[in-house]
């Protein structure tokens, strides 16, 4: 099974925006509306950040967002901080099983 | 508060079978939500495992069912992981995680702090 596609690294100056992708294909991310995205510091166990496409959990700042177009899904992260340097990863929904992406270390400039 | 804990040997030889046992407090397993795995192997990224209803209805990544099974313990509010015939590619931190009623191979809630297994002779 394929993982799916997420750039390595990503960047920002505190208070810009950044988007992150993750492509995935007709049969994952094209095909449900359940796709999440967590949120790792080094050391740490991932936090979940968004769910079902683009619905926050309660204590995840409203500078995070998501949406999907086709086969790729975005995450947004709006007014950078410092403390927003992390990996990412996106999940999807392939059919039988959920799918990680390879994750996108993000940095603040 | 959900916590979950992870517990089990450190170090497993070739061959043998991984055990690995997640403790449950604030929220009872029998509650609703899927209870499972997640692994990462050192410096790469996440990989579902398996997870399991209180009820017995376990779900398998694919890749990997033949060697899984994914069970709980109602009874001491914990669920359990056995892989076996384990190999250095099994060698990964290793959480324990809450996935959501229908999303559950997607969306996890609560993760446990890990527990790294390194599978070596």
């Known amino acids: 099974q394929s993982a799916l596609t997420q750039p390595p690294s990503a960047s920002g100056s505190p208070g810009q925006s950044v988007t992150i992708s993750c492509s995935g294909t007709?049969?994952?991310?094209?095909?449900?509306?359940?796709v999440s995205w967590y949120q790792q510091h080094p050391g740490k166990a991932p936090k979940l950040m968004i769910y079902?496409?683009?619905k926050r959990p309660s204590e995840v700042p409203d500078r995070f967002s998501g949406s999907k177009s086709g086969n790729t899904a975005s995450l947004t992260v709006s007014g950078l901080q410092a403390d927003d340097e992390a990996d990412y990863y996106c999940?999807?929904?392939?059919?039988?099983?959920?799918?990680f992406g390879g994750g996108t270390k993000l940095t603040v400039l | 508060q959900v916590q979950l804990q992870e517990s089990g040997p450190g170090l497993v030889k070739p061959s043998e079978t991984l055990s690995l046992t997640c403790s449950v407090s604030?929220?009872?397993?029998?509650?609703?939500?899927?209870w499972g795995w997640i692994r990462q192997s050192p410096g790469e990224g996440l990989e579902w495992i398996g997870s399991?209803?209180?009820?017995?209805?376990?779900l398998y990544n694919p890749s990997l069912r033949s060697r899984v099974t994914v069970s709980s313990d109602t009874s001491k509010n914990q669920f359990s992981l056995k892989m076996n015939s384990v190999t250095a590619a099994d060698t990964a931190m290793y959480y324990c995680?809450?996935?959501?009623?229908?999303?559950?191979?997607?969306?996890?809630?609560?993760w446990g702090q890990g527990a790294l297994v390194t599978v070596s002779s």
């Open positions: 079902e496409v683009n």
């Open positions: 399991t209803y209180y009820s017995g209805n376990a």
């Open positions: 995680v809450r996935g959501d009623k229908q999303t559950a191979m997607v969306t996890f809630d609560y």
């Open positions: 007709s049969s994952d991310v094209g095909n449900y509306n359940y």
């Open positions: 604030g929220y009872s397993i029998t509650s609703g939500y899927f």
């Open positions: 999940c999807s929904y392939a059919g039988t099983h959920g799918v």
